[in-house]
């Protein structure tokens, strides 16, 4: 099994650690249940823990009620697993009830600041830029980091627009066309067009290409340019799951004819350093084309 760190810095900070977990994905889940279940044995044994002073203790306590109150603000407890896990600590329900309350007042007010610092296993000489060549998650946290794609999948599974505004398809799903959105700019300077768009997506399918999805593209024909801000695929079969395809983080847009990835991205935060197998360094794009809470400066 492989060990993970995740350390985040910012106003009302916190950090987890986690080990014995497959991904960072599973993270969330396997510290709500640690700490649920696991702090109730925990709590049961305090009272004969004499190695441990009572100010440690509180010091602990503290900590971890503020871990529970962040993981509430990002909506991995509901309201029953946060009430369970203060009681577990030793929290009246009384006092519980406030810390809940002051952690939603924290959510709904949030203030621009602070930075994360994300470390993952899955790392080394082999870690990319180009989105093309993703197969690690630091990679992927990186192209979404950097760049956006066409089609977005949201917490709940659904399919939104991105730098495609809207899309429609055909009755047997053999063409698709993409509306692409106006006013977006590269972190570089330039307005996305479908240019862009079509230059990204023939990445894959060009002879020899090394994507490390370019079979999700196997039945494309062509990806063609109508005008400024329209795309049309031809598939040469029904393919009712491409859009699904579009949100992968290999199939982000960059600029066209062009290899540099500081200024070819449209994303969220702009990359400032980068050291492969070492780290890399994102600070907020101030010009990003929506609002979607960018509070970290990096």
Known sequence: MRQARFHAVARGAFE????????????????????????????????????FSHERLEENQMKEIKTF???????????????????????????????????????????????????????GPDDTLDPILGTSTIDYTRANTSYNGLIQVWNDM????????????????????FKIRKGVEFHGGGELTSADVVWSMNRHIAEGSPSSIKAFFAQVVEWKAVDKYTVKLTLSSPDSDLPIKLTQPQAKIVKANGMDWWAGGTGPYRL???????????????????????????
């Open 16 to 51: 987890v650690d986690v080990s014995k977990c497959i991904c960072f994905t599973a993270c969330s889940t396997f510290v709500r249940d640690f700490y649920i279940h696991g702090l109730k044995e925990i709590g049961s044994r305090r009272s004969g823990a004499a190695e």
């Open 69 to 123: 109150q962040q993981m509430y603000r990002d909506g991995r407890m509901n309201r029953r697993e946060f009430m369970a896990a203060m009681g577990a600590l030793g929290v009246t329900a009384t006092a519980a009830g406030g810390l809940m309350t002051s952690a939603s007042a924290l959510a709904a007010t949030p203030q621009r600041g602070g930075s994360v610092i994300f470390a993952s296993n899955l790392h």
């Open 158 to 177: 659904s399919l939104n627009p991105e730098l495609a505004e809207e899309w429609s398809v055909n009755s047997n799903a053999t063409e698709y066309t």
């Open 272 to 298: 400032e350093s980068f050291q492969a197998g070492v780290k890399s360094v994102h600070s907020r794009n101030n010009n990003y084309w929506r609002d979607t809470g960018q509070w970290l400066d990096s």
